[in-house]
């Protein structure tokens, strides 16, 4: 499981670029991913549970995070395949381009990434990470927060 889950630190911002088929510890792979990226011929299927076992690799959270319980409830017990099209419309890929196009798409995506302050990128990753689990009082109080270290920060002023 810790392969699968340092991918998720709020230092870092990770891409996943999938092509052809991602079953089981694949899909789980892409779920640990921030964003993704995938090709049109993409086919992600949790088969875990079509041969008697769960899905272990946290690739659970993830999942009911970006399609609701009830789809990942479906997608996993059934081991069904989504294709690029049903994964971009329900929010488990970014994006869907032609497999000759992934490469291309993925180093457009990463250079935007880079482009931005790496501090204000961690900082709103955290903010949009822990937005569920906050109040929106508590997510109000959270970005004042973190408002407050990135202008102290870019004034050069410490804390």
Not at 109 to 127: N, S, Y
Request: hydrophobic share 45%.
């Amino acid at each position: 499981q810790e392969a699968f889950t340092w991918w998720r630190r709020s230092d870092i911002v990770s891409v996943a670029a999938v092509q052809g088929h991602a079953i089981g510890a694949g899909f789980q792979l892409a779920l640990a991913c921030d964003l993704r990226v995938v090709a049109d011929d993409v086919q992600f299927a949790m088969r875990e549970t079509s041969l008697g076992l769960v899905p272990d690799l946290t690739g659970t959270h993830p999942l009911v995070g970006l399609v609701g319980y009830a789809r990942a409830l479906e997608i996993c017990v059934t081991g069904r395949f989504v294709t690029a099209e049903e994964a971009v419309s329900t929010g488990l890929a970014n994006v869907a381009v032609p497999a000759d196009q992934l490469d291309a798409t993925v180093r457009d995506l990463t250079a935007a990434l880079l482009a931005a302050p790496r501090d204000a990128v961690i900082e709103t990753k955290a903010l949009l990470r822990g937005a569920q689990d906050r109040t929106y009082e508590e997510q109000r109080r959270a970005e004042r927060q973190s408002q407050a270290r990135r202008l102290r920060d870019l004034a050069g002023v410490g804390d």
